[in-house]
């Protein structure tokens, strides 16, 4: 799977991952309900192609207990009946804290980032 235009192909630090999974996870939900695995192939259409189905299906468990989700299972053709996921209005809200914590810490990294050296230096002793 090739990485979307503005996205880089570098290889995903899953730290850094984890931290934003259950975020994309949840704004995925919100443009429209899906099943585990098809939403394991969204996030790697938007350039998470290193991501697998042993990634999502437990943080879609978590967001499930707190109540960020929803479920229904339905019908299959290919299978067994597959349990599709949805936004709650508790997610909905989940995911608007987390959009906006993540606008400033893009803020905040690209602060520093760009940041120019201090005039003086703090001193070691300096409280």
């Known amino acids: 799977m090739t990485p979307t235009p503005n996205t880089p ?3 995903q630090d899953a730290q850094s991952l984890r931290g934003v999974l259950p975020m994309l996870i949840l704004s995925q939900l919100r ?3 899906s099943y585990g695995y098809e939403l394991v192939v969204r996030l790697q259409n938007i350039g998470l192609s290193d991501l697998s ?3 999502v299906y437990p ?3 978590r967001l499930e207990q707190d109540g960020s989700l929803t479920s229904r299972l ?3 053709t290919a ?3 597959r349990k599709y ?3 709650s209005p508790a997610g909905d809200a989940t995911l608007e804290l987390a959009t906006a914590r993540w606008h400033a810490l893009i803020a905040i990294v690209q602060t520093g980032l760009t940041a120019t050296p ?3 230096p703090l001193r070691e002793d300096h409280k």
Do not use: D, I, K, R
């Open 118 to 120: 201090a005039e003086e």
């Open 85 to 87: 996921y949805s936004l």
């Open 31 to 33: 443009l429209a309900e």
């Open 59 to 61: 943080v879609l468990s």
């Open 53 to 55: 189905t042993g990634t």
């Open 79 to 81: 299978g067994p009946a």
């Open 9 to 11: 192909a570098l290889p």
């Open 74 to 76: 339905a019908a299959s």
